[in-house]
C-alpha cells in the first residue's frame, strides 16, 4: 500500500531541492541527507528507482529522492542525470559554453522522483517526472536557485530560473511539474 505524501522522508543533501519541495507540497517535508549509492545511468527513471529503493530499505521508511538535470537534444540527451558530475567538471558557464560551441543551446531540464517504502517491489516504486524545453544561456546570469538554475533559460522566458523570483520558477518548473504529477498519481 502507498503511504500518503505527509508520512515520507526526501532523501537528498541539496537545501535547494528540500525548500523547493516544501513549498511544492504545500507543507513543510522532512529531509534527510543520506549516502546513497547512484547507479550511472542516461534514464532518469532507472537511476531513481535504484535511489528510492536503497533509501527505503536503508531507512525503513517511506522515501522520495529527486534526480534532475540537463538532456540536450544535439548530445542525444546527455549528460541528463549525470549533469551534476559534468557540471561539476567545467562549471556552469563552461557547461554553457559547450553547449553553445557545438552550435546548439537547446537544453530539456528533467525532475524525476521515485517514492518507495520498505518491501515495495522495483515495479511497484512511484516514479513522476516534469520535463521543461528551453535553452542556455551564453552565461550564467542571476542569484537565485541552485546548481544550473544560473544556466537554463525556459522556452517562452528571456530570464534564467537563477534570474526568477522563487515563486516564478516553482509556477513553471521542471521540480513543480514532477511534484504535480506525483500528486496526481497518488491521488
Known amino acids: 500500500m502507498r503511504p500518503p505524501l505527509d508520512s515520507l522522508v526526501f532523501v537528498t543533501s541539496n537545501a535547494g531541492k528540500a525548500r523547493e519541495a516544501s513549498v511544492l507540497l504545500g507543507r513543510p517535508v522532512a529531509a534527510r541527507a543520506l549516502d546513497l549509492p547512484e547507479i550511472q545511468s542516461l534514464d532518469f527513471a532507472e537511476v531513481v528507482v535504484a535511489k528510492a529503493l536503497a533509501g527505503a530499505e536503508r531507512l525503513g521508511l517511506p522515501v522520495l ?12 540527451g546527455y549528460p541528463g542525470p549525470l549533469t551534476k558530475f559534468a557540471v561539476d567538471a567545467v562549471g556552469e558557464a563552461g557547461f554553457a559554453r559547450l553547449a553553445h560551441a557545438w552550435g546548439d543551446p537547446r537544453a530539456e531540464a528533467v525532475s524525476t522522483l521515485g517514492l518507495a517504502w520498505p518491501g515495495v517491489a522495483a515495479e511497484e516504486v512511484v516514479v513522476a517526472a516534469g520535463r521543461v524545453a528551453g535553452t542556455l544561456a551564453p552565461e550564467p546570469r542571476g542569484t537565485n536557485g541552485f546548481g544550473w538554475d544560473v544556466i537554463f533559460v525556459p522556452g517562452g522566458e528571456a530570464r534564467t530560473f537563477a534570474e526568477m523570483s522563487v515563486e516564478e520558477k516553482n509556477s513553471r518548473s521542471h521540480r513543480a511539474r514532477a511534484f504535480a504529477e506525483l500528486r496526481r498519481l497518488l491521488s
Open 65 to 76: 529522492v529527486e534526480d534532475s538535470g540537463l538532456a540536450l537534444p544535439a548530445w542525444k
